[in-house]
């Protein structure tokens, strides 16, 4: 064991901050701007509740996880450890504001209630979470890496890389430039003067490029409704007084439906994290990492943030970067101040979105690569298929996207969709469960490479189970928004497909065993 004492702050930890702050910072946007839209909630108790309750979540996350790191750069004697990314739950926040607190809000208009569902669905994943951290481990043993990394690559390459490449190049000056930017500099490891960051190098030239077109008139800076509200020191409250008797209440567990797979996909997707991280030279404890989740999302529910918490993807990305304890802290520190004073929005008057976009790209595209250099090269297959469920997730959020703009319902446009042939009821369960789906996928055929044919068989048995309890691929369509339908036999087709699936691989099995006998 080491007794180096390692740096706290390097240079790349300025752009790991960078990257990761603008991470945080999204989330937090998305919830300034999608809350009053979709749940009628008024900035003022998004201003005044929940941001000092997420700041609280991602300050105690983000400071754990650079003493994590600390901690192991000083057992090991390596100075180049990096700490784990942190914050608000991308997946979980979209699915809690669209599937939990706006059909309460659009039934009873009771802007109170739709924010203490919120809570309560927080406070349920978390401790679902918790729970998570002590079978984590046994989970990520037995599950090849290849469906583990092919999943969270899909997710890098669509929602984080795709989800922003077309606004980065509609608005090819603000956007484009710092974007190819960030690649020249990380990808050449090019050195620049004075050893400047070159993500920070990248945002400054944006920004000032996003300056000069607004003097011209030719840009402008885009702010969320929350921004209109007074400067102010917000501290978070404590309402487990509040939650404790709603969870008595009926109306909460209604959506355990859609808290229950969040939960799993936190579990689920920190364990992917965490194996991205050894991949790139960074072997964390699996259950402290998990159980640091749980109590983050607790924290978050018990302060007023219904969102939960978790290890973000990432960390890879950060580390080629040069990232390595210090920026954890940082974007600890900076997100609460702007938490707390209620100015969070205050920075993209300064900074625009769009010039900050290409950090996200470059997080995308390597965590893409990684999937591919750090898996077994005749595992390549078993990634490729890994990643196709996150593409059917992707494209549904397009096409629901696109009927939200037209003004036109999934329910008036199933018919249409059938009459061009374009399969919409299969895009739709291949999206339930998708990460899930994804590493079924991804491991089941990682077996069949190896010729270990009874593990693929319970693979096969793994993706009947899940099917048949609805955690994948079932879905009901109510008043046009898709629902996950758990519950016994919800998805019988794909209960008999996985079992006959598994018995051929089985018997094939069996048959290949003999040949290779005689």
Request: hydrophobic letters at 55%; one cysteine or more.
């Amino acid at each position: 064991m080491s007794h180096n004492t390692p740096k706290i702050f390097v240079r790349g930890d300025l752009d790991g901050f960078i990257g990761l702050f603008i991470d945080n910072l999204l989330q937090l946007m998305l919830i300034s701007i999608l809350c009053p839209l979709l749940c009628g909630l008024p900035p003022e108790l998004i201003i005044t509740r929940i941001l000092p309750g997420a700041a609280f979540s991602i300050f105690v996350g983000n400071v754990f996880y650079s003493w994590q790191a600390y901690r192991l750069a000083k057992k090991t004697g390596r100075n180049d450890i990096t700490a784990l990314p942190y914050g608000i739950n991308t997946v979980s926040l979209i699915a809690f504001i669209s599937l939990v607190m706006a059909p309460v809000y659009q039934q009873t208009k009771d802007v109170e209630l739709t924010w203490m569902i919120g809570l309560f669905a927080c406070l349920v994943s978390g401790l679902l979470e918790t729970i998570g951290a002590f079978c984590g481990d046994y989970i990520r043993r037995h599950t090849p890496r290849a469906a583990l990394l092919s999943a969270l690559a899909g997710i890098a390459i669509t929602f984080i890389a795709m989800g922003f490449v077309f606004q980065i190049f509609a608005s090819p000056i603000v956007a484009l430039v710092p974007a190819l930017l960030i690649i020249l500099f990380y990808a050449s490891n090019m050195k620049l003067p004075l050893n400047l960051p070159g993500g920070l190098v990248a945002v400054f030239v944006g920004t000032a490029l996003a300056w000069i077109l607004k003097s011209l008139g030719h840009f402008e800076f885009r702010e969320p409704p929350a921004a209109n509200v007074a400067l102010g020191l917000y501290l978070p409250s404590i309402f487990i007084h509040k939650l404790v008797p709603f969870i008595l209440l009926e109306e909460g567990w209604k959506y355990l439906s859609v808290i229950i797979p969040m939960a799993l996909f936190s579990v689920i997707g920190s364990l992917q994290n965490l194996e991205s991280a050894e991949a790139a030279g960074d072997s964390f404890h699996t259950r402290s990492s998990l159980l640091m989740n749980g109590f983050g999302t607790l924290s978050a529910a018990f302060m007023g943030s219904p969102f939960p918490t978790t290890i973000y993807i990432g960390h890879p990305g950060w580390k080629t970067m040069g990232a390595r304890i210090g920026y954890s802290a940082l974007n600890a520190i900076i997100i609460s101040i702007l938490c707390l004073l209620g100015a969070v929005t205050v920075v993209l008057k300064v900074v625009p979105m769009e010039a900050t976009l290409g950090i996200l790209l470059w997080i995308g595209i390597i965590m893409m690569a990684q999937s591919f250099h750090e898996t077994p090269k005749h595992h390549a297959l078993a990634v490729s298929l890994g990643l196709i469920p996150a593409f059917a997730g992707w494209a549904l959020l397009l096409i629901e996207g696109t009927l939200r703009v037209t003004g036109t319902s999934l329910d008036d446009a199933l018919n249409n969709f059938i009459i061009q042939d374009i399969h919409i009821e299969g895009m739709i369960a291949l999206n339930q469960g998708f990460l899930i789906t994804s590493m079924i996928l991804a491991s089941l055929t990682v077996c069949l490479i190896e010729h270990r044919f009874r593990a693929a068989f319970l693979w096969c048995c793994i993706g009947a189970v899940l099917s048949m309890l609805g955690i994948i691929h079932a879905y009901t369509i109510n008043q046009g928004i898709i629902q996950i339908s758990l519950g016994f036999y919800e998805a019988p087709q794909f209960i008999i497909a996985y079992l006959i699936t598994g018995c051929l691989i089985f018997a094939l099995g069996k048959i290949a065993s003999r040949k290779d006998a005689n």
